[in-house]
């Protein structure tokens, strides 16, 4: 079964930075051959799109409200997913969670990491 363990979340000020990881495993399961992505939830608040990662080209797409600011990376070798985070605001409090397998913003695949948690003080 494909498992998704995510880390790094905290406490942080803001305009610091912090970068989230996103471990798969599995028999067969490699985020070099899925495509990846991040997806947050802010308190009382919908899930929404953060970061995509593909599997293919390795092209990168973000949400407006994030880009210039997040950073989605893989490292194969590790079968970690990475967000790095820069600049955060409060606005970016939530809990953030690794998907394996979407096809865009709003098409999230069936694979979901229990999330980390991220809060982000003022």
């Known amino acids: 079964q494909v498992q998704l363990v995510e880390s790094g979340g905290g406490l942080v000020q803001a305009g610091e930075s912090l970068r989230l990881s996103c471990k798969a495993s599995?028999?067969?399961?490699?985020?070099?051959?899925?495509?990846m992505g991040w997806f947050r939830q802010p308190p009382g608040k919908e899930r929404e799109f953060v970061a995509q990662?593909?599997?293919?080209?390795?092209?990168?797409y973000y949400a407006e409200s994030v880009k210039g600011r997040f950073t989605i990376s893989r490292d194969d070798a590790k079968n970690t997913v990475y967000l790095q985070m820069n600049s955060v605001t409060p606005e970016d409090t939530g809990t953030y969670y690794c998907?394996?397998?979407?096809?865009?913003?709003?098409?999230?695949?069936?694979?979901w990491g229990q999330g980390t948690q991220v809060t982000v003080s003022s």
């Open positions: 599995g028999h067969t399961v490699r985020v070099g051959g899925n495509n």
């Open positions: 990662i593909t599997w293919v080209h390795i092209n990168t």
């Open positions: 998907n394996l397998g979407l096809a865009g913003p709003s098409q999230p695949g069936n694979y």
